[in-house]
């Protein structure tokens, strides 16, 4: 079981649950945070480059962020990041998509100073046809297992 | 007035509206999308590296491309993102910060084969106290004014 920093290993992977996004959930997220035509408004969505109603990928980025927090990939530890690289959305969600998410432990660096270490996890989202949509690395800072930094 | 790629400039600026960060906004947000107790609950946020209730930093985020939005950069052209360069979180969000943004374009590339070109604009939002919270440089695509991708 994973409980700290030290339990965690390069290559490491985790399966998140899915996601089902709908209509409804594309036109009120975008209308609040992302309010352009290809997100709110189908006609309008035909005549841009997405070719129809699509999901804003800030949507689709808190979309992932649920389904990652809901994995637990530290245990008992919040998901608390200082940043993401890597940040890439790869194709359009679109209406009635269901999105899932995998991860692989990518950089496990240890604090020289504090009782923690920078992890990145690599997340790629899938639709269900298996295409990636959107992939992201965040920057995670998880404690050390409480004597480990000493002895290591 | 800005229209095409071909008008922009590296060194431009840009200034954001500002925005109201309520209590309940973040306590919706998180319940959505990220739910871990320093989004959600006061008396356990307080016991968190955060010390005390703030937004998720996907919220963050998502207020910061509706202030990016709003300001229309580009002129009549949308912005669309192939992704996000150097996101990183710099201070907590709070309940009741004012969070504006200022940009500045940062890379212009026009494309060798399209009519277009990618755009880098470097935003940073900043709350009340005129403390950077939060940064992040996306890839944009804006289309070359007919005739200037022959020209040039």
Request: net charge neutral; charged share 25%.
């Amino acid at each position: 079981m994973i409980e700290w920093f030290d339990d965690l290993a390069l290559g490491m992977r985790f399966k998140s649950a899915e996601k089902r996004v709908t209509r409804e959930d594309i036109k009120r997220f975008a209308s609040e945070f992302d309010p352009q035509p290809y997100h709110l408004d189908e006609a309008a969505a035909e005549r841009t480059a997405l070719k129809g109603l699509a999901a804003s990928g800030w949507h689709t980025a808190a979309i992932a962020m649920r389904l990652a927090v809901d994995t637990r990939p530290f245990g008992p530890h919040p998901l608390l990041g200082l940043g993401v690289d890597d940040l890439r959305w790869l194709a359009p969600v679109r209406p009635g998509d269901v999105i899932r998410l995998e991860g692989e432990v990518v950089e496990l660096t240890p604090s020289r100073t504090k009782p923690q270490g920078i992890v990145k996890v690599k997340w790629t989202a899938f639709n269900q046809h298996g295409d990636p949509v959107y992939t992201f690395t965040p920057i995670g800072v998880v404690p050390r297992r409480p004597g480990a930094a000493a002895a290591g």
